[in-house]
């Protein structure tokens, strides 16, 4: 109780300070408290990233539903849906999950010994790569639950009101007082736009990432079907089509890391 009540507290002390700063220029009390109230909605926005953000990150286990009964005494509790991978995100993160099964299973069955290291070898990558698309799940369902509902262009629309007022005042407190409230609404609209932007990111990357997966089990069941085919100490198996797989899956892995730590960057840093 008392982790959540000192955050809050540092939110006010904040938003208080900012007010007390328009005051102390001349700002009468209607103008001040905008800008109270917009320095402790950007000090809260940066403190539920960073903070959900810097959470351990779910086992792969839990990425995965579980089959048969519990026996843990919490096993009968409910959900709590806000903890959840939203729906667009975990219908990848199923995905990929049976994508990594799939070439497990056709690793145990590959029926000769000279395809087997280089499906076992694949299996693996496939399976950590699938378990990794955790991480990008979690940063989507921190954005998601951070607080961040409210519709950037809505605030763009409050700024521009803001600023049409403060050009209609004469220079003075209250006109510096618009001003500010202004600069901070403009500077959560950036932040939330970014948000969304970052969002669609990765739940773009992730998609394609799935796509691959299953696209190089599809290639170990090819192989294996090459391979039943022929006589391997004839032909060599063709593991190119598998490895150009491997290596966009990679890739698109690297381009989840990135995005999840511009996420870090957006609540340490603030917007351009």
Request: proline content about 6%.
């Amino acid at each position: 109780m008392g982790s959540r009540l000192l955050p809050a507290a540092a939110v006010g002390l904040f938003g208080v300070a900012g007010g007390v700063t328009a005051l102390l220029a001349g700002a009468p009390t209607a103008a001040a408290l905008p800008v109270g109230a917009g320095v402790g909605g950007l000090v809260w926005a940066a403190h539920a990233i960073t903070g959900r953000l810097t959470r351990p990150a779910p086992s792969s286990a839990s990425a995965r539903p579980a089959t048969g009964r519990s026996d843990s005494p919490d096993a009968d509790r409910p959900t709590d849906a806000s903890s959840q991978p939203p729906a667009d995100a975990t219908r990848w993160l199923t995905r990929a999950a049976a994508a990594a099964d799939r070439l497990e299973n056709q690793c145990r069955q590959s029926p000769k010994a000279s395809l087997w290291p280089a499906l076992a070898t694949a299996a693996t990558s496939v399976r950590a790569a699938a378990d990794r698309l955790t991480t990008a799940a979690e940063a989507v369902r921190v954005i998601d639950t951070s607080g961040t509902s409210t519709d950037h262009h809505d605030l763009d629309r409050e700024r521009e009101r803001l600023e049409k007022e403060a050009r209609a005042l004469p220079d003075g407190p209250l006109r510096r007082a618009k001003q500010d409230a202004a600069r901070a609404t403009g500077q959560r609209a950036a932040t939330l736009k970014r948000l969304t932007e970052l969002r669609q990111l990765l739940i773009t990357t992730m998609e394609a990432t799935a796509l691959r997966l299953e696209a190089a089990a599809e290639r170990g069941a090819m192989l294996l079907s090459l391979q039943a085919a022929t006589d391997a100490s004839a032909v060599p198996t063709d593991l190119t089509a598998l490895d150009h797989e491997l290596e966009a899956v990679q890739a698109g892995l690297d381009t989840l890391d990135e995005v999840t730590r511009s996420l870090h960057g957006t609540a340490d840093e603030p917007p351009e």
